[in-house]
Every structure is written in structure tokens, then in C-alpha cells.
């Protein structure tokens, strides 16, 4: 019984290193990838759709804006 159990642990052990592997593939790949300016993702959003696309890139800009300044009101904050 131990040798059954020793083997399902190590084909469990080999499975999650088989995930960190891939996992890690991901992650490289994802970082490597070279991210888009603020005007190009707006860009791609405005032409969406009629209605949706500029609905959706004002509301991309409201959010990115008000993280800028949620983000300037803390480091006020920090700063006292």
C-alpha cells in the first residue's frame, strides 16, 4: 500500500511541476510582449462600434484619469 501511495504522490508532485513549467512559459511571454501607448488602446476602442466604441473609450479615460488622481491624492497623503 505505501508503494501505491508513493507513486500517486510523486505523479502529483510531477503534475504541479509540469504546471509551474508552463505557468512560468506564460508569465515570460506575457512580460515580453510589448504593451500598447494609452492613445493606441483608446484608438481601438473608439472603433468598437458606433455607439459602444466611444462610450466605452470615454469610460476608459474617466477610470484611467481618476486612478491618476486617486494615486496624486495619496502620495499627498503620504507626504503629511
Not at 56 to 64: D, E, G, N, P, V
Request: charged share 20%; aromatic share 14%; net charge positive.
Amino acid at each position: 500500500m505505501s508503494m501505491l501511495f508513493f507513486l500517486t504522490n510523486i505523479s502529483y508532485i510531477t503534475k504541479r511541476h509540469d504546471v509551474a513549467r508552463r505557468t512560468e512559459i506564460v508569465y515570460d511571454s506575457v512580460s515580453a510582449t510589448e504593451t500598447k501607448s494609452l492613445q493606441r488602446k483608446v484608438r481601438n476602442l473608439w472603433e468598437c462600434g458606433r455607439l459602444a466604441g466611444p462610450l466605452m473609450a470615454t469610460l476608459f479615460l474617466f477610470c484611467h484619469y481618476w486612478i491618476l488622481f486617486l494615486d496624486y491624492v495619496q502620495t499627498l497623503k503620504i507626504s503629511r
